[in-house]
């Protein structure tokens, strides 16, 4: 007896599929690796304790305190279109934090994947927290 063309086929692409499926799962599980380590060192380097970077709502009020920004920046987080714009603020905050020029600043808001890693394992060392 044989399996009919179709089937072998269905198989092919089921494989295909899982494997697609399985790769992309890794490749992502090392991007959100290599971040919350980048973060981690990032608020280390910046005299705040790096677990604060793997809590949720917490890390991102950290990051407007290491921004030098208000924490009350936080709630526009929260209202959509808006918490574009303070994504950007913050980002800019944290280059300029870490005595990076504004482009850098784009990178962290655009690409963070990249940016943040950099900030991480680089040389520059944070400015003192404004009083």
């Known amino acids: 007896m044989t399996i009919p ?7 092919a692409q ?13 490749v ?7 971040l919350v380590a980048s973060m981690w060192r ?3 380097r910046a005299g705040q304790p790096g677990w604060m970077a793997i809590v949720p709502v917490l890390n ?3 990051l407007t305190k290491i921004a030098g920004k208000s924490g009350w920046l936080l709630l526009l987080m929260f209202i959509p279109i808006v918490n574009i714009v303070v ?3 913050i980002a800019f905050g944290v280059a300029e934090r870490f005595r990076r020029g504004q482009g850098f600043g784009l990178g962290l808001a655009l690409l963070p994947f990249i940016f943040y890693p950099i900030l991480a394992f680089g040389e520059d060392t944070a ?3 404004p009083a």
């Open 60 to 62: 991102a009020y950290v």
């Open 127 to 129: 400015l003192p927290q």
């Open 87 to 89: 994504a950007f603020v």
């Open 28 to 34: 992502w599980l090392a991007i959100v690796v290599l």
């Open 5 to 11: 063309v179709f089937a072998q086929d269905q198989a």
């Open 14 to 26: 089921q494989a295909a599929s899982a494997a697609a499926g399985s790769t992309f799962l890794l």
């Open 42 to 44: 990032v608020f280390q």
